[in-house]
Structure formats: structure tokens, C-alpha cells
């Protein structure tokens, strides 16, 4: 049976050691098969929230208590790695992502921490390099690729572990406009519920259907992607700008 909520977060607060309260009160929902779009100035708490999805944050998990939920399973030390099979999570740096010598090891490392045969392992490994448009990089170095290239690495690293949600933290950043148009491509055929933190708002317009604007850690708004970011006013009163996409002509 479907979860009739991919991910579901309800008043969550968090603070680092020491600092002020980063995500003060949070609370949404995003649908199965919705592709939600996380925005909101530098600062605002976008990594922090996305980092609580897959369990990275808070670093001491309850056994039982949680503000968040995923395909309605409780975020929990107990349920941790389930959540992280259904969650795939991309860094916004690919070196807080790959560790391996080369792009195989690298995208069939998920696959083989799940215990999967030899062969599936590889199967898993040349289909997501397809589909993110790296079909024989396999012996390449990881150390010895561009950025746009290491990001699509990830990507497939994230794709071998076929999760249901994807969290990704500023997957255009630094993309050439090819790539960042590729990525568009793979994000829009992904099958299952996204959540997409970015400063690229024309993606935003172009890639999803709901708009969460987070700002000093709070939800100041959400809604339709186009009655969010076109309220020229909500925007600029968050250090946004209405992306060109929506501006009048
Ligand atoms: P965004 O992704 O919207 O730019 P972040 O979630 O990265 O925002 O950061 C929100 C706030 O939390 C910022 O003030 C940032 O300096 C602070 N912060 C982020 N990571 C840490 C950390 N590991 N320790 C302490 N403070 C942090």
C-alpha cells in the first residue's frame, strides 16, 4: 500500500550546539509523486531541514520519539535503515559524497550494502550511469572528473539504491547550462516524491509543483510553485527575486 504521505514533518525544532534555534516550528507534507521545491536565502536552514529527512540530523535519534516521518515510518535510530533505503540523499558538495577510487566502486556501493548479488549490483551500476548520462565512466577516477560530472556520479550512486524520495541539497549549483539541463531531464523522470533545495528558481518554475519558503529557520510560506515565487513582494521581503521565468514581460 502506498504511504498517503511520502514525507511528513510536524513541528520541528532543531539547534546546533551552542546556536540559536536553526529550524524553529517546521511543519509539511509532501505527497507521493510530488516534486516540491525548497527555497530561501543563504542561512535559512534549507541543509539543516533536508539532513533531518534521511536521519543525518539530529545526530542523537530517539528510539522512538520524532518530529519527522517517512512513507509514515517514524524517523527513529530503530527505523534509520529502512528510512535511508527509501530516502536518497544527495550532498551539495559531491566530496562530502564520494569516497571511492572509481565510479563503479562508487555508485555500486549503496547497492552492495544492501546485500544485493554480484550481478544485480552491476546491473543497478550501468543502468543509473544511463540514465544520468555516464554510461562508460566506469573505470574512470572519480578524483579526475568536472563538478557537473562528479555531481551526476552521486546522482547515480543515489539512483543504484532505488529509493522511493530524493533529498537533494543544491543539485544545480555549479552545473554548466548542458548539464544543469540534463539533470532537469533525469529530476523530471525520476518516478517517486523529491524534495529540491536550490537558488536556481527557474528550475524551481520549470521542476516542481509546491514551493516551501523557509527564512530564519521558519515555513513563511507554501504553496504553488507559481503563487509563491510570482508574489513579488513574499520574495523580496526574504531576499528572493521573482525567477525571470514569472517576471512580467
Ligand atoms: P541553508 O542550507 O539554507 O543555507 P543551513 O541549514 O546550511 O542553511 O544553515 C542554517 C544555519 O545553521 C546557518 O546559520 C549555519 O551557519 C548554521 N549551521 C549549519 N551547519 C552547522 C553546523 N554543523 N554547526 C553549527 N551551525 C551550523
Redesign the pocket.
Known amino acids: 500500500m502506498t504511504a498517503a504521505n511520502a514525507v511528513r514533518v510536524d513541528r520541528l525544532s532543531f539547534r ?4 540559536a534555534l ?1 529550524l524553529n516550528d517546521v511543519s509539511f507534507s509532501i505527497a507521493s509523486g510530488e516534486i516540491v521545491g525548497l527555497v ?10 533536508l539532513q533531518h529527512l534521511n536521519g543525518l540530523l539530529p545526530t542523537r535519534l530517539s528510539e522512538s520519539e520524532t518530529n519527522t516521518w517517512i512513507d509514515d515510518i517514524p524517523v527513529t535510530r530503530a527505523s534509520l535503515p529502512d528510512v535511508r533505503r527509501r530516502v536518497g540523499f544527495l550532498f551539495q558538495d559531491p566530496d562530502d559524497q564520494l569516497f571511492c577510487p572509481t565510479v563503479f566502486e562508487d555508485v555500486a556501493f549503496g547497492p552492495l550494502n544492501l546485500n544485493l548479488p554480484d550481478d544485480e549490483v552491476r546491473r543497478r551500476v550501468q543502468e543509473s550511469l544511463l540514465a544520468v548520462g555516464l554510461s562508460g565512466y566506469e573505470s574512470r577516477s572519480t578524483m579526475r572528473l568536472s563538478l557537473g560530472e562528479r555531481k551526476r556520479v552521486c546522482l547515480a550512486g543515489v539512483f543504484a539504491c532505488q529509493p522511493s524520495i530524493l533529498a537533494l ?1 543544491e543539485p544545480f549549483s555549479s552545473l554548466d547550462p548542458r548539464a544543469r539541463r540534463t539533470l532537469i531531464g533525469i529530476l523530471k523522470k525520476f518516478p517517486g516524491s523529491q524534495i529540491v ?1 536550490t537558488h536556481d528558481l527557474d528550475v524551481v518554475v520549470e521542476l516542481c509543483h509546491r514551493v516551501l519558503l ?1 527564512d530564519g ?1 521558519q515555513l513563511r510560506a507554501s504553496g504553488l510553485t507559481n503563487d509563491i515565487l510570482g508574489n513579488a513582494a513574499l520574495m523580496e521581503r526574504h531576499g528572493l527575486e521573482v525567477p525571470l521565468r514569472l517576471q512580467p514581460r
Open positions: 546546533y550546539p551552542g546556536s536553526t530561501g536565502p543563504s542561512g535559512a536552514g534549507k541543509s539543516t531541514l541539497d533545495a523557509l529557520g
